[in-house]
């Protein structure tokens, strides 16, 4: 049985014919050509390759014209869902517009073709960007050092452990134990696991904080370190960062700050001035390279001056004449994270970014990017439900509450949010959040998409009331409707074979 939604979907939605994409090999027609090749000039010879290596047959390759090639790779990139296209409020990943400035500093000939092999008087250009955005960093995390070797915020987590794990190690204790509250970033368990320790969960308050009192209780001689995420994943901001730091410190533990997501309070207040030891932020989110599906990134973690012994080599440093070089005299140092010196590229773009915005412009990213989401926030507030009503910096999870009795959930209500031009939000993040919907707008959107996507949740929140089905059978616009995501992330199908009929 066919429901009514399906049939209206069916015609006025999506009519016949209308997804041409296909596969390429689907398009293809026997003797049509994409090119034409001058005749041959030299005499013919056949005996320079072995039979062997040759041939007896033409391979069955595709077939197609120009025009056939063009528009087929034209119809894939539309389905792309880019920045470029329109608001993607991927809660926690801050999907912001990437100037193309940095694309262009980042395909300089003597930046991007430069090899890693080179001796260090050769690329002296290079070590000095190294070291400029190392100073710049120091500058906006209030750290004494830098280093710039992860390559994502979760390596910056493993980096960061490590240099704990090292320094409390040569004090003669490395500890057991790293505590983590539960409105941490998902990677922090997996980093400090990774890096040999047990997790403690935290559980934060009705206010979506860390009680200070529950930290003093699980603090002691085993614990190695503290990890909060500032913004934490409620978009709710720690404010007893200070206290917290005394604490661990008074029992020689460490705070760790994931601060991926600074683009909440960058240039307005500085991590080492807040007691926090280490942190590590996302280069590819606040300081703006493309960074959807996977990759490249960076992420730099800044020390406090115990741990500076422990930064990985080599260091960039700078000599009295001016001249700049790698330095790997550090006998306390973990070692290498990284083989040569990060994602280059991802830095070239990330200082092109700061210089171009200057200390103002930086701290207004921040500014902006906060008000982006609570102008959301008090759009949708009333219509969505809000599980902490704490004020929030640079996004904001609301619930799927105000739908569920309406048998529609935060699942349906993003597949809708597709057939109105929208990524969707986050979704079912953080844990401690049932049926979280995870906005963040960042600081690069202007007032009328907010407005849009504001409309088009609202209009969705009626739809729940007026036609639930609607929402509940969405996605209705798209080439394919809802998929087995977990399957497809396990038995990916990444190669196109014949039919055998
Ligand atoms: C994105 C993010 C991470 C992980 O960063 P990757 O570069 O994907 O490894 C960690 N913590 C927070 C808060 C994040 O938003």
């Not at 500093?105 to 430069?114: D, E, H, K, Q, V």
């Not at 934490?232 to 007893?240: A, H, I, P």
């Not at 906060?370 to 102008?375: H, I, K, Q, S």
């Amino acid at each position: 049985m066919t429901t009514v939604v399906e049939q209206e979907s069916a015609t006025a939605a999506v009519p016949q014919g209308a997804n041409r994409e296909g596969l390429i090999f689907e398009h293809s027609k026997k003797g049509r050509r994409g090119y034409r090749l001058p005749a041959l000039d030299v005499p013919e010879r056949s005996d320079l390759l072995s039979p062997s290596l040759m041939r007896d047959e033409i391979a069955n390759e595709v077939e197609v014209s120009e025009v056939d090639v063009i528009r087929h790779f034209t119809r894939l990139s539309k389905l792309n869902v880019s920045i470029d296209a329109g608001l993607y409020p991927l809660g926690s990943c801050t999907m912001k517009h990437n100037p193309r400035l940095n694309e262009e500093l980042a395909r300089t000939p003597g930046f991007a073709l430069s090899h890693p092999l080179q001796a260090d008087h050769q690329v002296q250009g290079n070590l000095e960007l190294l070291w400029h955005i190392e100073q710049t960093l120091k500058e906006i995390f209030g750290m004494p050092r830098v280093t710039l070797q992860p390559v994502a915020g979760a390596h910056g987590e493993l980096t960061g452990i490590l240099m704990i794990h090292k320094a409390l190690a040569k004090s003669g204790n490395a500890r057991k134990f790293i505590l983590i509250p539960d409105s941490a970033h998902g990677t922090n368990p997996a980093s400090a696991a990774f890096a040999g320790y047990e997790v403690k969960e935290l559980k934060s308050n009705s206010r979506g904080t860390l009680d200070l009192h529950l930290l003093e209780q699980h603090v002691d001689e085993d614990v190695a370190a503290l990890m909060i995420t500032v913004p934490n994943t409620l978009g709710v901001f720690e404010t007893e960062i200070r206290k917290m730091a005394e604490i661990l410190h008074r029992k020689g533990a460490y705070l760790y700050c994931d601060g991926a997501n600074l683009n909440a309070f960058v240039g307005i207040a500085r991590p080492g001035d807040m007691g926090i030891d280490l942190i590590h932020s996302n280069l590819h989110k606040t300081f703006s390279t493309p960074h959807g599906g996977g990759g490249p990134g960076a992420g730099p973690v800044g020390v406090s001056e115990r741990l500076v012994p422990f930064l990985p080599t080599p260091t960039v440093e700078r000599r009295d004449d001016g001249s700049f070089y790698l330095d790997d005299d550090h006998p306390d140092s973990i070692g290498r994270m990284r083989a040569f010196n990060g994602n280059f590229n991802v830095l070239v773009r990330a200082l092109t970014y700061m210089r171009s915005m200057g200390p103002d412009g930086l701290r207004r990213i921040a500014q902006i990017a906060v008000l982006n989401a609570n102008y959301i926030r008090a759009r949708l507030k009333g219509t969505y439900h809000l599980p902490y009503d704490a004020p929030s910096l640079h996004e904001v999870v609301f619930s799927d509450k105000n739908q569920t009795p309406h048998e529609v959930h935060t699942l349906d209500i993003a597949k809708r949010l597709m057939d109105y031009g929208f990524h969707p939000p986050t979704i079912y993040f953080p844990l401690i959040v049932a049926g979280a919907l995870m906005i963040e707008p960042t600081e690069s959107e202007p007032k009328e998409e907010l407005d849009a996507f504001c409309d088009a949740m609202l209009a969705i929140a009626r739809e729940c009331e007026e036609r639930p089905e609607l929402v509940r059978s969405a996605p209705h616009t798209t080439p394919v409707r809802r998929l087995d995501e977990a399957r497809a992330a396990r038995q990916p199908v990444l190669r196109w074979q014949p039919r055998s009929d």
